[in-house]
């Protein structure tokens, strides 16, 4: 039985790896939790049982044979050396080790290979969500018909900026629903009923840091020939969940069936309409003769909506693809939706399939 410490990521997204690695077949208590001094001594709930937090220190490190790493990077950047130290595989999903260590970057679905080539410091780093999401939608693509550029707006919850944000985004909503000002001196920004880009860096060139982070990182991902990719940053009033709109410049042109079956087949994928999906709604009954209302007219219900958003996707596994069509003006050119919970399919999930990759063919030789 492989021992396992989760370090970071505070209660809720430590008891969302949690749950995903015990639906997988781990278990609890063969697993670690630690986090920092304010969390330590706290237990999470779960259906299996509950577990303590401990605190995150060299010591309570020492036997497991894989750590994750959660969070902002404060403790990745405290105690990654010394779990490599303790003979641990580290798995890192803080911009500790991507920016800082430059660990490989690994997408389960995009490069597993990655993993087993690590080397003799046995790090691996997971993407930011947005390039998870991204890359995912891409893979099949790719193989399929080779990606030169890419363009997209990525609409970014204010989970990814943290509590802070979501308390924010959750006081000011409540403010100005009952028409009062929003305090401006807790948060400059106002987060709720708007739509901001993330501002330019100041490098000069225009482009905001985590548009020229997902640029790199879905070309490390993929490797030779590199993807180009033009991102553009939107801080959205919603708590969780990511979306994207995407236009592909491809390699050769699809016909409509042949790109549809493409999506359809690609790992970690759900194209709407899919098995999966929920059954369309019946049609609405037919109309009075004096009755004008559009909605009336034998269309289905227009609250339902196959085309999923950030809401419609939370706690899903999969990236959403809808919207899938063909560029009518230019040749290659493929436009379409994706949505996915940034915390589960961007962070927990994809952390959880690298470790069980690792577990099974480095841990296990």
């Known amino acids: 039985m492989n021992r396992i410490a989760i370090v970071g990521g505070g209660p809720d997204v430590s008891q969302e790896l949690l749950e995903v690695l015990l639906s997988r077949g781990h278990e609890l208590a063969a ?216 236009y592909v410049e491809l390699g050769r042109p699809l016909a409509a069936d042949e790109l549809e079956r493409i999506v359809r087949t690609g790992r970690g994928l759900l194209l709407a309409g899919s098995l999966g999906e929920a059954e369309p709604p019946v049609a609405a009954p037919a109309p009075d003769e004096d009755d004008d209302d559009d909605d009336a007219q034998g269309n289905v219900d227009p609250a339902y909506d196959l085309e999923a958003g950030p809401v419609e996707v939370s706690g899903s596994d999969a990236v959403h693809v809808s919207r899938l069509r063909v560029d009518p003006q230019r040749e290659g050119g493929v436009a379409f939706w994706i949505a996915f919970d940034n915390v589960r399919k961007g962070v927990v999930l994809n952390a959880a399939m690298i470790l069980e990759i690792a577990l099974r063919d480095l841990l296990s030789n």
């Open 31 to 246: 697993i670690r939790v630690l986090d920092d001094e304010s969390q330590a001594g706290a237990y999470i709930e779960l259906d299996a049982g509950r577990t303590r937090v401990d605190p995150a220190t060299p010591a309570n490190l020492a036997g497991t044979d894989a750590v994750v790493f959660l969070g902002d990077g404060l403790l990745a950047r405290d105690l990654v050396g010394e779990a490599i130290a303790a003979g641990a595989l580290v798995i890192d999903a803080t911009p500790y080790s991507r920016r800082v260590k430059h660990a490989p970057l690994v997408v389960p679905e995009i490069n597993p290979e990655a993993i087993v080539t690590v080397g003799g410091e046995r790090l691996v780093a997971c993407p930011t969500p947005a390039a998870v999401g991204l890359a995912v939608a891409l893979g099949p693509l790719r193989e399929a018909a080779a990606v030169r550029r890419v363009v997209t707006t990525v609409f970014e919850p204010v989970s990814q900026r943290g509590r802070d944000a979501i308390e924010a985004l959750s006081r000011q909503s409540v403010a100005l629903i009952q028409g009062q000002p929003i305090d401006r001196g807790e948060l400059p920004e106002q987060l709720a009923f708007n739509l901001r880009p993330q501002a330019a860096s100041r490098e000069g060139d225009g482009w905001a840091f985590d548009e020229r982070v997902l640029a790199e990182e879905v070309g490390a991902l993929f490797g030779e020939p590199r993807i180009d990719v033009a991102a553009s940053f939107v801080r959205a009033p919603v708590f969780f969940g990511m979306a994207q709109s995407v």
